[in-house]
């Protein structure tokens, strides 16, 4: 069955830090995969997607994400973490062979001062 | 350029009671999509719009949930009777080319 994990529910990090937001996905062939930011109480927010091309794929805010076939993950990365990164992250997946989304369960990123 | 619009913010009803809750996407999108966001949970799509015509609504549960789109514009989705696990943040989203989504701040709806 398709799907998306994200394995971690929570994320710490100090100000400062690299961090990486950890996703796997289970989706029949090469899905396109997207990187979404929940700030409380609004709607998702874009981040950047992986259609095709070089496997890190820049984005909004300074976050990239590294796309790995063999592992079937894009783990979302940033060099130096912000305060103000600190909100929840969803990693989404489109099945192009049903033309479907679907979302992880998201991973709440903490980041200290 | 405006965002997606959605309203109510905010729902409490009681159990069987209906309620509707209103989309209007970014203009010129042709694509809207109704999520629902239970807590604690990623966004689980319950229907897909293409303009007017509806292209995927196989996880909307049929028996009490019903959405439509007017003229390819905004769109209403309907719980009608409501049960407590129904209780969630309803998201609405629109797209220009099917990939990139666009969000509605959510309606929170709490049935008791």
């Known amino acids: 069955a398709q799907s998306v994990a994200q394995p971690e529910d929570q994320v710490n990090v100090a100000e400062g830090n690299p961090l990486t937001v950890k996703c796997t996905y289970s989706?029949?062939?090469?899905?396109?995969l997207f990187w979404y930011v929940q700030y409380p109480n609004r709607g998702l927010q874009f981040l950047l997607k992986y259609i095709t091309g070089d496997n890190l794929v820049k984005g909004s805010y300074g976050f990239e994400a590294e796309f790995n076939k063999s592992q079937t993950s894009f783990h979302l990365k940033k060099p130096s973490a912000l305060v103000s990164d600190s909100a929840l992250y969803f990693c989404a997946v489109r099945d192009l062979s049903f033309n479907k989304f679907y979302f992880g369960s998201g991973t709440k990123l903490n980041v200290k001062p | 350029e405006a965002g997606v619009a959605q309203s109510p913010r905010y729902k409490i009803i009681e159990k069987r009671q209906s309620v509707a809750f209103w989309c209007n996407p970014i203009s010129g999108h042709a694509t809207l999509y109704w999520y629902q966001q239970i807590l604690g949970q990623g966004p689980k799509l319950l229907i897909q719009f293409q303009n007017n015509g509806v292209v995927d609504d196989s996880q909307l549960p049929k028996d009490r949930f019903s959405a439509e789109r007017l003229k390819g514009v905004d769109s209403t989705l309907k719980i009608q009777p409501a049960k407590l696990e129904d209780s969630a943040v309803y998201l609405c989203?629109?797209?220009?080319?099917?990939?990139?989504?666009?969000f509605g701040a959510g309606t929170r709806l709490s049935v008791l």
């Open positions: 989706v029949s062939g090469n899905p396109y």
């Open positions: 989203a629109s797209s220009f080319d099917k990939n990139i989504q666009y």
